[in-house]
């Protein structure tokens, strides 16, 4: 087995496009070495890395953040079980959060979001003139997980 790759098996073996390889490493994510004619090679480590920056990305946390976290692996050795769990711990309330956003979503695919829009005939959150507004752009209601209007 080889103890470097080049930036498509990387890339291939993550699941990832060679250009997310190349962003990850600009954002300082992910290390390279450059060859003799100044191609990448990632060591096979990269591969934990990778998948650990695509599932913190899925649970919402930011390129800084896992910057972060990131940061608190071991540079001397291959990140191990311990060094994952140690980072992952924290994580349980984040998908909690997420969970719950996700069910309001689903429950309220059919009704008023918050938008300000007044089309919907029986909307349960009633926003006379466009009250929402005063709260910013956007889902306001939504946002806030609101149920009812202020």
């Known amino acids: 087995m080889k103890d ?7 890339a291939a073996r993550c699941g990832v496009a060679t250009s997310a390889l ?12 450059r060859n003799d004619a100044g191609h990448r090679r990632y060591p096979r480590a990269v591969i934990r890395r990778v998948t650990f920056i695509v599932f ?3 649970i919402g946390l930011s390129l800084e953040e896992i910057r972060a976290e990131l940061a608190k692996l071991p540079d001397n050795r291959v ?7 140690r980072l992952s711990s924290s994580w349980s309330r984040r998908i909690r959060e997420r969970i719950a956003e996700l069910e309001r979503l689903q429950l309220g695919l059919t009704e008023c979001i918050g938008c300000g829009c007044l089309s919907l005939d029986r909307c349960r959150f009633a926003n006379p003139g ?3 507004a005063r709260r910013g ?14």
């Open 56 to 58: 913190a990305q899925k």
């Open 130 to 132: 466009d009250k929402a």
């Open 137 to 150: 752009a956007g889902p306001r209601y939504w946002m806030t997980g609101a149920t009812t209007m202020p």
């Open 79 to 85: 990140p191990e079980r311990a060094d994952w769990a």
């Open 22 to 33: 190349r962003f990850y490493e600009e954002q300082r994510l992910i290390h390279s070495q």
């Open 4 to 10: 470097v790759l080049t930036i498509g098996e990387a």
